[in-house]
């Protein structure tokens, strides 16, 4: 069974600081990969996609990914206090959209 | 254009009653996916429509849940004779279709028997 695997969290970091995000998956046969931001009672938010290793910025965002050691993470840099929300990690393992499994999250918390 | 909108909002209903759940995908986007979310809790995938190809109903916790897409667009999801441990956020999302493509998520239902 295909799982994806964060830390639940919380993870608490002072205003701007670097908040590192890790999100490990089960298989190595893994097209797609998503960060999605969720704030409380929201529905959650596409944050960034990546789909080769190596990193990918976009802003104050950077998504990192090793498909050899099968993990993929985010880093939020100079973090805010609207940064605190819940961060869901997701895998998509075919190229037809079935194989879409999100991680349980990671709730981050920024102190002002 | 609009994104993903779903109805009604909230729904209150009694213990044993049925409940439809409502999803409009963004235009011309062929997959869509319902999830379920409960309170502190991560997404359960429950069902996934592709084209006009046959749903994977893989993720329904039971046989009392079932969803449909008319004509390719609009999905329904129903819960048949609604247990207390069915409250929870619904989620649709709807996507492109191919997997590089992301989902984009709908305000969602959220449905509370008691």
């Known amino acids: 069974q295909k799982e994806v695997e964060q830390n639940s969290g919380p993870l608490s970091v002072p205003e701007g600081a670097i908040a590192s995000l890790n999100c490990t998956y089960s298989d190595r046969v893994s097209q797609s990969f998503f960060w999605y931001r969720q704030y409380s009672g929201k529905s959650p938010e596409l944050i960034m996609s990546i789909y080769s290793n190596g990193d990918k910025e976009d802003g104050r965002f950077t998504a990192q990914l090793n498909k050899a050691s099968q993990y993929v993470s985010l880093l939020i840099r100079d973090s805010q206090p609207s940064d605190s929300a819940t961060y869901l990690c997701a895998v998509n393992w075919d190229n037809y959209g079935q194989n879409f499994v999100f991680g349980p999250g990671t709730r981050l918390s920024v102190l002002p | 254009g609009a994104g993903v909108s779903q109805s009604p909002s909230n729904k209150v209903t009694e213990k044993g009653k049925d409940v439809e759940l409502r999803c409009d995908p963004i235009s011309g986007h062929t997959a869509l996916y319902w999830y379920r979310q409960s309170l502190g809790q991560g997404l359960e995938f429950l069902i996934y429509f592709q084209g006009n190809s046959a749903p994977d109903k893989s993720g329904l916790p039971s046989d009392r849940f079932s969803a449909e897409r008319t004509g390719g667009s609009v999905s329904t999801l129903t819960i048949q004779r609604t247990q207390q441990e069915d409250s929870a956020v619904y989620l649709c999302?709807?996507?492109?279709?191919?997997?590089?493509?992301?989902?984009?998520f709908g305000p969602g239902t959220r449905l509370l028997v008691l």
């Open positions: 999302a709807s996507s492109s279709g191919t997997s590089m493509e992301t989902q984009y």
